[in-house]
C-alpha cells in the first residue's frame, strides 16, 4: 500500500488540505494519508522530509497560503527551494500548491481558487503515482491549477 | 527527555531568547533547553548544526533581529536559506523567528513585536514536538505570530 | 545501449517533448529514451532525479515553457537551480530547455521558437553524448537554440 | 592545540587579513594560524572547506571586500550562500567579514572600517572557539561589527 | 602530474579557453589540460562535476560568456551558484571566468577584455595550484582580472 503525505500550514487562511485529501480519496484507494501540520510554509521542507523519513510516504503534497506583502514572495521563494532540495534528496516527488493571498479579489474568490487548486493538485499527486500515463497524455497542453487551462498554443 | 535548542545573536537588539525560553518552560517540562548565541543571523545555520550534532536536540528555535537596510533583508534571505537546508539535512524542525527593525515604529513597539513572536514562535515550537495535533487542528486557520491573526478567510 | 531521459510538463503549452525525440532519433541510433511528465517546471528537477536513479538514464533533457507573469520567472529560477542540484549531485548532465512564452510574438512564432530550441537542445544532448568533439569545435563561436546564432565577435 | 583558518582574497582592497591575524593573537594563545589567500570572494567557499578537510581547521574567518557595482552584490550574495553550505556542512563555524566599499566614503574612511570590522569579527572568532559565554552575555544587545553598535532597543 | 580541468561553452562569443590553455603553458609544466565544451554556463557546474570525477583533475577553470539580456544575468547567477556548490562538494577550486557581453563596447574591446580576464585567471589558477604564497603576497591589493587593477586603498 502506497502512503501520501499532506502538509500543510496554520499560517493559510483556507484550509486547503481538506479540499485535498478529499480528492484523494475520490480519486481511487489503495494508499494511506499521512498528515502533518506546520506554522509557515518555511516549515514545509522539514515537514515532507520527516514525512519521508519517519512515515514512509511516497509522496508529498505540501500546501501553503503566502501572504501579499513584498516578504511572503521571499518566503514562498525560500520555501520552494527547500522543497526541491527535499524532493531531490529523497527522489520522490513534492507536489507544491502554494495560492499566493493577493491572487483572487475578495475572501469568496480566495476560497474558491484555494479550493479548486488544491483538488487538481491533489489530482496530479494521484496521477504521479498511479497513472503517470495520464500526465504524459498532457504533456504540452497547457493545463493550470486553479485556473481554467491555458491550451496547446495550436489545437490539434 | 528532549532537548530543545535556542540560538540568538548578540546582533539582535532585543532580548528575544528570554522570552522565547520563558514561554517554553511555562508551556510544560520534560524537555531541557541547550543555549547558544552567535554575532548574527547569518551564523545561525550552523549554530542549529551545531546544536543537533554536538547537543543532540531534537528541534531549533533560531532568533534574530534583521536591521533596516536593503543588505540586511539579503542576509535574512541567506539566513533564512541556510536555516531550510539544516533543517533538511538533519531531517528536524528549526523555528525561524526573525523580527526585522522596520517592522514596528518606535523602539516600545518593536520590543513588544520581538517579545509576542518569540512567545508565539516558542508555542509552535513546543506543540511541534509534543502536541501536533494542536497545530493540525490550526490548520488553514490564518494564524499569525507577533501580530493578531488574520483568520480564517470564511469562519466556520 | 545507452538511455536518455526527457522529461517535460503539462504546463507547457507546445508539446516540445515531440520535437526533441524526432530529432535525438533522427541523430542517430544506439540510445532508448525514458519518457516523463510532471505537471510543472519546478517539478522536473525530481522528475530528472527519479530518471537517473530509476531508470538508469545517462542524460536528461527536461522541457518547460514557463508563463509571462514575474513570478513565472521565480519558478524557471527556482527549477534552474533544482536542475543544476541534481545533475551536480548525480554528475550526469540534464540540458535544460525553457521557451518563456514572452520570448515570441503570437501562437505561431512560439510554436515556431519551441520547436527549433527544443531540437536544438536535442541535437546537444546527443552531441554531450556521443560527439564531444563537435560542441568542442564550436567553442566560444556563439551558437545559440532556438534563434540565429550570435556568431563569434570577429570572424576566424 | 585549535586551528583557526584566515582566507582572504586578492581583490579585496585592505590587507583585513593582517589586521583579523594582529587582534586574534592578541586575544589569547593556543591556538595556531592557517592561513590562504584566494582571488575573489566567490573563492572563499572552496578556500574554507580546504582549510577544515587539509588543515583541520575548527573555525574559518572569511574576509572579503565586494566593490560597488551592482554584480558585486550578486557575488557576495553568492559566496555568502557558499560560506553558509560549507560551515553547514562541516558543522563548524565560518565567520564572515565582508566590507563593501560603498560602505566608507574615501579612502581613509574604508579603511578604518575595514579594519575595525576585522578586528570585531577577530574577537568574536576567538569568542566562539573559546570563550561562548561572552557571546551569551551579549545576547540581544545590538552589537555591530566596524560601526557603532546599536545597543539594545530599552536599556536594562 | 596535476591535472587542470579546462571548460567552456559554445554560447561565448570569444574562444576564451585558447587564451586560457595558451596562458597555462606558458606559466609553467608538470601539469596535463583536461578539455571540455557544453552548451552554456548552466551546464558549467556538472562539466566541473565531471571532470573531478571522471578525468580527477585537481582544478578546473569554467570560461563562459552570459549575453546582455536581464534573464543571462540570472543564468549567471545560478551558473555561479552551481559552480560553487560543485568546488564545496569536491573541496576543489573552481575558477570562475565569467565575461559579460555587455562590460565592453564594441567586439574588439570585448574580444581584448575576455582575452585578458581568461589568460590572467589561467595565472591565478595556476598559482593556486602551484604557487599560493603568489597570491597570498597581493592579499588585499586590490587585483582585477580584464581590467587595470584597483590597487590598494593606500599605498604602502
Same mark, same amino acid.
Not at 485535498?20 to 515537514?47: C, H, N, W
Given at each position: 500500500?502506497?502512503?501520501?503525505?499532506?502538509?500543510?500550514?496554520?499560517?493559510? =487562511?483556507?484550509?486547503?488540505?481538506?479540499?485535498? @485529501? %478529499?480528492?484523494?480519496? !475520490?480519486? &481511487?484507494?489503495?494508499?494511506?494519508? +499521512?498528515?502533518?501540520?506546520?506554522?509557515?510554509?518555511?516549515?514545509?521542507?522539514?515537514?515532507? =522530509?520527516?514525512?519521508?523519513?519517519?512515515?514512509? @510516504? %511516497?509522496?508529498?503534497? !505540501?500546501? &501553503?497560503?503566502?501572504?501579499?506583502? +513584498?516578504?511572503?514572495?521571499?518566503?514562498?521563494?525560500?520555501?520552494?527551494?527547500?522543497?526541491?532540495?527535499?524532493?531531490?534528496?529523497?527522489?520522490?516527488?513534492?507536489?507544491?500548491?502554494?495560492?499566493?493571498?493577493?491572487?483572487?479579489?475578495?475572501?469568496?474568490a480566495?476560497e474558491r481558487l484555494?479550493?479548486?487548486?488544491?483538488?487538481?493538485?491533489?489530482?496530479?499527486?494521484?496521477?504521479?503515482?498511479?497513472?503517470?500515463?495520464?500526465?504524459?497524455?498532457?504533456?504540452?497542453?497547457?493545463?493550470?491549477?486553479?485556473?481554467?487551462?491555458?491550451?496547446?498554443?495550436?489545437?490539434?
Amino acid at each position: 500500500m502506497k502512503r501520501i503525505g499532506v502538509a500543510d500550514t496554520t499560517f493559510a =487562511r483556507v484550509d486547503m488540505a481538506r479540499f485535498a @485529501v %478529499d480528492r484523494l480519496k !475520490a480519486s &481511487g484507494t489503495g494508499f494511506r494519508i +499521512e498528515r502533518t501540520t506546520v506554522p509557515g510554509i518555511k516549515d514545509l521542507p522539514v515537514a515532507c =522530509r520527516k514525512l519521508f523519513r519517519e512515515r514512509s @510516504v %511516497d509522496l508529498c503534497l !505540501a500546501l &501553503g497560503m503566502p501572504g501579499k506583502a +513584498e516578504y511572503d514572495k521571499t518566503c514562498a521563494h525560500e520555501a520552494s527551494l527547500g522543497l526541491i532540495l527535499t524532493g531531490v534528496l529523497e527522489a520522490k516527488p513534492i507536489v507544491e500548491c502554494f495560492v499566493f493571498e493577493g491572487e483572487a479579489d475578495g475572501p469568496r474568490a480566495l476560497e474558491r481558487l484555494a479550493q479548486r487548486r488544491a483538488e487538481e493538485h491533489a489530482e496530479n499527486a494521484y496521477s504521479l503515482l498511479y497513472h503517470p500515463e495520464r500526465l504524459a497524455r498532457h504533456a504540452g497542453e497547457g493545463l493550470r491549477q486553479g485556473f481554467e487551462d491555458a491550451g496547446p498554443v495550436r489545437r490539434r
